[in-house]
């Protein structure tokens, strides 16, 4: 797996830090090639001398968020280890996972609400952001679908507002890990 710096020129990096800004700032339906260009100071051709097209700076979104999220994760899974008075690991997961969606939902529901694009994502970068949960799971893949399921089921709705203000979103969050873990 290589990162963004070994993947791309500095040119197709900054262009992709714009992309984010535009995203985490105003979400996806912002992100045009046109906009982009806009916010760097270049005409939009400029844009296609380092991504063929839209999709293609969307993929390196996708690819940040998968990166992020699973040094999250990873970060959290280590303090686990280290504290073994804390929250249970998958909690701690649990926890990690929320708070960088809920830190970036723009990024998030970009990377989650389509069709993932496995083949143009740097080989392993899918494995290692979901390695963590799977260990949590004790390697039981079916189990650490259906945990995703849940954690992914419950941030999208917080993301999009569907749960009632009086909602206790923590304790919806400890029931359904402890139903699936029980």
Do not use: N
Not at 36 to 48: C, F, H, Q, T
Not at 88 to 110: F, G, K, N, W
Not at 122 to 149: Q, V
Not at 153 to 181: N, Q, S
């Amino acid at each position: 797996m290589t990162d963004a710096t070994e993947r791309l020129t500095a040119r197709a990096r900054e262009i992709v830090a714009a992309a984010r800004d535009l995203l985490e700032e105003s979400g996806p339906a912002v992100l045009t090639m046109r906009t982009l260009a806009d916010r760097l100071g270049i005409k939009a051709p400029s844009l296609y001398k380092h991504f063929p097209d839209k999709h293609a700076v969307e993929v390196e979104l996708i690819a940040q968020m998968l990166e992020e999220s699973a040094e999250a994760l990873e970060t959290a899974e280590t303090a686990e280890s280290r504290t073994p008075d804390s929250l249970d690991s998958l909690e701690t997961l649990a926890e990690a996972y929320r708070t960088y969606a809920l830190a970036h939902p723009h990024l998030y529901c970009l990377a989650t609400e389509r069709p993932l694009p496995r083949a143009a994502l740097p080989p392993g970068l899918e494995d290692r952001a979901a390695r963590p949960l799977l260990r949590a799971c004790g390697g039981d893949l079916d189990l650490a679908r259906a945990t995703w399921a849940f954690a992914h089921g419950m941030v999208i709705l917080e993301i999009h507002g569907r749960f009632p203000e009086d909602a206790d979103l923590d304790a919806a969050w400890k029931r359904g890990l402890r139903t699936l873990h029980p």
